[in-house]
């Protein structure tokens, strides 16, 4: 699949939760790899901040993203949007500090990327494939989160607080594409309880009965309410018993969950890439969302590229036989088995070693290593087959190798080991010219990368 973005710009307008102050947002499709940028329009210079997990500076009341002394808050709403919809790169210019709380939903985001459309780019999408069990958990809380491999996203969510009026409650996103009408809407939620604690904190300015689901679930005396509605600037409110007090009633009978839902989505986007795999949340919120997402960046920092998935029962996309056709290369040197992956940007390619290939008779006969070069040698002809599958006719054209550079060496490569070549274009195709990418991967180590140019030659 390919990076998305909007096809046209779309703003909002609106006050924020916490400071109150009346904001837009103007959301501007990006280019490729560009991911989610929030730029403050309203500081001098205009400063960018990269909405990644690494820049989350404060959760105790929304997400905040901060690099030096600039930040932005209550992002997560937005994001989950952009999230859901798959749109990978877009620039935010915002003219305040946090974003709009609307109607404390994403719903009308939601229904402004459905207005302006999403446009499909040229790059191929960069997915975090979960290809096992991953799990951060905060034992004083009770709150979890672990990820399963699955084929596709999925998301569950229980929270559990000590109310009578909200206790137990489950959510689950089995779909991404129902994100709109199943979870947009759910509005953020707070205790009447909470308020005096959050007001004299300096929050929630611009909370009201609009934007918000109201909990009283602890008894207060009408004159407590009365001055608590004086200190938000809303209208009194007389309550007599324990319930949900805002203006409009629920839309779900379980909207906090399918809110508290949104919220990972839009925690989990600041990971930069889409997920394939099972999210499951136990009493989740925004801090041990950070954790998880800081937990995958420093992960996808250690390596760049994840190694390939490689399902031996798969139907290769090209066999021994079709490779032989189109590669110049014979035994003892062709040094590709069989291709299982290729998009317009990139390919995989699959070469066993074993213990009989020739050139352990002499690297070396007491301890077998597969010499670097003819890893080298492996990922250009791999490339090779990426370059020849742009023509009409691959089969009257050969390339070459005309510059190696950045050629590193992390581990041995010995009999037994199955190689995965990773490779993709740096550069456009011009004038028969490609410059690209390689990683070779035994499991999930990267064993060996370089960097080349090949040219394509009609053959005589």
Same mark, same amino acid.
């Given at each position: 699949?390919?990076?998305?973005?909007?096809?046209?710009?779309f703003?909002i307008?609106?006050?924020?939760l916490?400071?109150?102050?009346?904001?837009d947002? !103007?959301?501007?499709?990006?280019? =490729?790899?560009?991911?989610?940028?929030? @730029?403050?329009?309203? *500081? #001098?210079?205009?400063?960018?901040?990269?909405a990644?997990?690494?820049?989350?500076?404060?959760?105790?009341?929304?997400t905040?993203?901060?690099?030096?002394?600039?930040?932005?808050?209550?992002?997560?709403?937005?994001?989950?949007?952009?999230?859901?919809?798959?749109?990978?790169?877009v620039?935010i210019r915002?003219?305040g500090p946090?974003m709009?709380?609307?109607d404390g939903?994403?719903?009308?985001?939601?229904?402004?990327?459905?207005?302006?459309?999403?446009?499909?780019q040229?790059?191929?999408?960069?997915?975090?494939?979960?290809?096992?069990?991953i799990?951060?958990?905060?034992?004083a809380?009770?709150?979890?989160?672990?990820?399963?491999?699955?084929?596709?996203?999925?998301v !569950?969510v229980?929270?559990?607080? =000590?109310?009578?009026?909200?206790?137990? @409650?489950?959510?689950s *996103? #089995?779909h991404i594409e129902?994100?709109?009408k199943?979870?947009?809407p759910s509005?953020t939620?707070?205790?009447?309880?909470?308020i005096e604690?959050?007001?004299k904190?300096?929050l929630?300015?611009?909370?009201?009965?609009?934007?918000?689901?109201?909990?009283y679930?602890?008894?207060?005396s009408?004159a407590?309410?009365?001055?608590l509605?004086?200190?938000?600037?809303v209208?009194?409110?007389?309550?007599?018993?324990?319930?949900y007090?805002?203006?409009?009633p629920?839309?779900?009978p379980?909207?906090?969950?399918?809110?508290?839902?949104?919220?990972?989505?839009?925690?989990?986007?600041?990971?930069?890439?889409?997920?394939?795999?099972?999210?499951i949340a136990?009493?989740?919120?925004?801090?041990?969302?950070s954790?998880?997402g800081?937990?995958?960046r420093?992960?996808?920092?250690?390596?760049?590229?994840?190694a390939?998935?490689?399902?031996?029962?798969?139907?290769p996309?090209?066999d021994n036989?079709r490779?032989?056709?189109?590669?110049?290369?014979?035994?003892p040197?062709?040094l590709?088995?069989?291709?299982?992956?290729?998009?317009d940007?990139?390919?995989?390619?699959?070469?066993?070693?074993?213990a009989n290939?020739?050139?352990?008779?002499?690297?070396?006969?007491?301890?077998?290593?597969?010499?670097g070069?003819?890893?080298?040698?492996?990922?250009a002809?791999?490339?090779?087959?990426?370059?020849l599958?742009?023509?009409?006719?691959?089969?009257?054209?050969s390339?070459?190798?005309?510059?190696?550079?950045?050629?590193k060496?992390?581990?041995?490569v010995?009999?037994?080991?199955?190689i995965?070549?990773?490779?993709?274009?740096?550069?456009?195709?011009?004038?028969?010219?490609?410059v690209?990418?390689?990683?070779a991967?035994?499991?999930?180590?990267?064993?060996?990368e370089?960097?080349?140019?090949?040219?394509?030659?009609?053959?005589?």
């Amino acid at each position: 699949m390919k990076q998305t973005t909007l096809k046209a710009p779309f703003s909002i307008h609106g006050k924020g939760l916490h400071t109150g102050l009346v904001i837009d947002a !103007e959301f501007l499709p990006a280019a =490729d790899n560009h991911g989610y940028k929030i @730029q403050r329009t309203d *500081l #001098e210079g205009e400063p960018v901040i990269d909405a990644v997990a690494e820049n989350v500076v404060q959760t105790s009341r929304g997400t905040v993203l901060g690099h030096g002394d600039v930040t932005v808050s209550t992002i997560e709403h937005a994001l989950a949007a952009l999230y859901a919809a798959g749109i990978d790169n877009v620039l935010i210019r915002i003219s305040g500090p946090e974003m709009p709380i609307l109607d404390g939903s994403a719903a009308e985001v939601c229904r402004k990327i459905e207005e302006v459309g999403v446009e499909e780019q040229r790059l191929d999408k960069d997915y975090y494939i979960v290809k096992q069990k991953i799990e951060v958990r905060d034992e004083a809380t009770g709150s979890s989160i672990v990820v399963l491999p699955d084929n596709d996203f999925s998301v !569950e969510v229980k929270i559990d607080f =000590d109310s009578p009026v909200l206790s137990n @409650q489950y959510a689950s *996103l #089995e779909h991404i594409e129902d994100f709109g009408k199943e979870i947009a809407p759910s509005r953020t939620f707070v205790f009447v309880r909470e308020i005096e604690p959050l007001v004299k904190a300096n929050l929630i300015k611009g909370g009201d009965l609009d934007n918000a689901i109201v909990i009283y679930d602890s008894e207060m005396s009408q004159a407590h309410l009365d001055e608590l509605a004086r200190l938000m600037g809303v209208d009194s409110k007389e309550v007599t018993e324990f319930g949900y007090i805002q203006k409009l009633p629920l839309l779900y009978p379980n909207e906090p969950a399918r809110h508290k839902l949104m919220d990972v989505l839009g925690d989990l986007a600041l990971i930069g890439r889409p997920i394939k795999g099972k999210v499951i949340a136990t009493r989740p919120g925004h801090t041990i969302n950070s954790v998880f997402g800081k937990k995958i960046r420093k992960e996808l920092k250690r390596q760049d590229i994840q190694a390939p998935v490689y399902d031996p029962n798969k139907a290769p996309i090209m066999d021994n036989l079709r490779i032989r056709e189109l590669l110049p290369h014979r035994y003892p040197f062709l040094l590709v088995d069989k291709i299982i992956e290729k998009g317009d940007n990139y390919i995989v390619g699959v070469k066993n070693i074993t213990a009989n290939e020739p050139f352990f008779q002499g690297h070396f006969p007491q301890e077998p290593v597969l010499p670097g070069v003819l890893q080298i040698e492996a990922m250009a002809q791999t490339g090779g087959l990426l370059v020849l599958s742009t023509l009409d006719e691959p089969e009257k054209y050969s390339t070459y190798f005309m510059k190696i550079d950045n050629v590193k060496f992390r581990q041995k490569v010995v009999p037994g080991d199955t190689i995965l070549f990773h490779i993709s274009f740096l550069t456009e195709l011009r004038r028969g010219c490609a410059v690209m990418k390689g990683y070779a991967f035994v499991g999930e180590k990267i064993v060996s990368e370089c960097e080349f140019m090949a040219q394509i030659i009609k053959n005589k």
